[in-house]
């Protein structure tokens, strides 16, 4: 019997958050173009129920961006 008392939930970081900032113009009388940019973030988090330290994902960050017209 393992006491996990005290142990983070499995599968569930602490912090979450998500930017997608958006900016639109006119190039032309005709034609729109935009810049777009993802922002993602997640905290560390635990796989394991047991607590077991190998089952730990590191925190991360992803950033995506994109150009473009309709």
Do not use: C, K, W
Request: proline content about 7%; aromatic content about 8%; charged content about 20%.
């Amino acid at each position: 019997m393992q006491d996990v008392r005290d142990g983070e939930t499995p599968a569930t970081p602490h912090v979450r958050v998500t930017l997608n900032p958006r900016y639109e113009h006119a190039i032309s009388s005709t034609l729109n173009g935009f810049v777009e940019v993802d922002a993602s973030y997640q905290s560390s988090q635990q796989f394991a129920i047991e607590q077991d330290p190998n089952q730990v994902q590191d925190a991360y960050t992803l950033l995506d961006a994109s150009i473009g017209g309709p």
